[in-house]
């Protein structure tokens, strides 16, 4: 469970600016200087790429430390929240070995937010353009879990769930929380009559939560079993980690 990295090629001013060197402008002023050098070249041209953990670059002979974003897959447990600071909780960042969480992209983040009763899989990245698209809702990404429902569903309550979600619930107000209308989600029933596995495509405010309490029941466990195509790997004990593989984050970057 080590450090996940992404070896691609990034601009010089990018790669020198989130590495504290100053703002934008004021490194293109440090490269055209001569400054910089990339695997013992002198590069003036800010707009050169260079590979994070591959290609050495020095400014004023002095290598950086640069290291590329990083991609985890994480199985969440409960009690931990999805944060990077809490000052009542333990965040899921807690269960990362490493203190330093800074990468090219930025430090350690959640994908999303999980209850902190919830568990299952959650993705951990430093990448903030991927992290912002599959948070947004404009994209619509399909998260699937397994609920738990207090109140066992016979036949014709589940059929009746299913229909009702299917054409999307209108859910009470909790908290700060507005009510609101769901968009439709699928229910699948197999197993225990009070276990389904629900997918929806958007991320409201204990959304699958508000969802049953509108059907008249209470969830009592929920796990993320998949978000887009990636699901979580069978392998991974609860707050156990590892680095996504590249085919994983390919199916990340198709959403």
């Given at each position: 469970?080590?450090?996940?990295?992404?070896?691609?090629?990034?601009?010089?001013?990018?790669i020198l600016a989130n590495s504290g060197l100053g703002s934008r402008k004021q490194v293109k002023r440090i490269i055209h200087s001569g400054s910089v050098t990339v695997n013992g070249a002198t590069v003036r041209d800010d707009s050169f790429k260079a590979v994070p953990g591959k290609d050495t670059i020095a400014v004023d002979g002095k290598e950086l430390d640069v290291r590329a974003d990083a991609y985890f897959m994480l199985n969440k447990p409960a009690d931990y929240v999805c944060a990077t600071k809490d000052g009542l909780h333990s965040t899921v960042l807690?269960?990362?070995?490493?203190?330093?969480?800074?990468?090219?992209?930025?430090?350690?983040?959640?994908?999303?937010?999980?209850d902190i009763d919830t568990e299952g899989l959650l993705i951990v990245t430093s990448d903030g353009v991927l992290n912002h698209?599959?948070?947004?809702?404009?994209?619509?990404?399909?998260?699937?879990?397994l609920v738990h429902l207090k109140?066992?569903?016979?036949?014709?309550?589940?059929?009746?769930?299913?229909?009702?979600l299917s054409q999307g619930i209108h859910i009470p107000p909790e908290g700060n929380e507005k009510e609101a209308d769901c968009l439709p989600a699928e229910l699948e029933w197999s197993g225990p009559e009070n276990s389904c596995v629900i997918t929806i495509y958007e991320g409201k405010y204990h959304e699958i939560k508000r969802m049953f309490r509108a059907l008249g029941n209470e969830?009592?466990?929920l796990k993320r079993l998949s978000m887009g195509s990636l699901s979580l790997d069978p392998d991974l004990k609860p707050g156990e980690y590892r680095p996504l593989t590249e085919e994983e984050l390919n199916l990340l970057e198709k959403i």
């Amino acid at each position: 469970m080590g450090n996940s990295t992404v070896l691609k090629p990034e601009r010089l001013d990018r790669i020198l600016a989130n590495s504290g060197l100053g703002s934008r402008k004021q490194v293109k002023r440090i490269i055209h200087s001569g400054s910089v050098t990339v695997n013992g070249a002198t590069v003036r041209d800010d707009s050169f790429k260079a590979v994070p953990g591959k290609d050495t670059i020095a400014v004023d002979g002095k290598e950086l430390d640069v290291r590329a974003d990083a991609y985890f897959m994480l199985n969440k447990p409960a009690d931990y929240v999805c944060a990077t600071k809490d000052g009542l909780h333990s965040t899921v960042l807690d269960l990362f070995k490493s203190d330093n969480h800074k990468y090219l992209g930025g430090t350690l983040s959640p994908v999303g937010r999980l209850d902190i009763d919830t568990e299952g899989l959650l993705i951990v990245t430093s990448d903030g353009v991927l992290n912002h698209r599959l948070t947004s809702p404009a994209f619509h990404v399909p998260k699937t879990y397994l609920v738990h429902l207090k109140d066992s569903a016979d036949e014709e309550t589940r059929r009746l769930y299913t229909q009702r979600l299917s054409q999307g619930i209108h859910i009470p107000p909790e908290g700060n929380e507005k009510e609101a209308d769901c968009l439709p989600a699928e229910l699948e029933w197999s197993g225990p009559e009070n276990s389904c596995v629900i997918t929806i495509y958007e991320g409201k405010y204990h959304e699958i939560k508000r969802m049953f309490r509108a059907l008249g029941n209470e969830v009592t466990y929920l796990k993320r079993l998949s978000m887009g195509s990636l699901s979580l790997d069978p392998d991974l004990k609860p707050g156990e980690y590892r680095p996504l593989t590249e085919e994983e984050l390919n199916l990340l970057e198709k959403i």
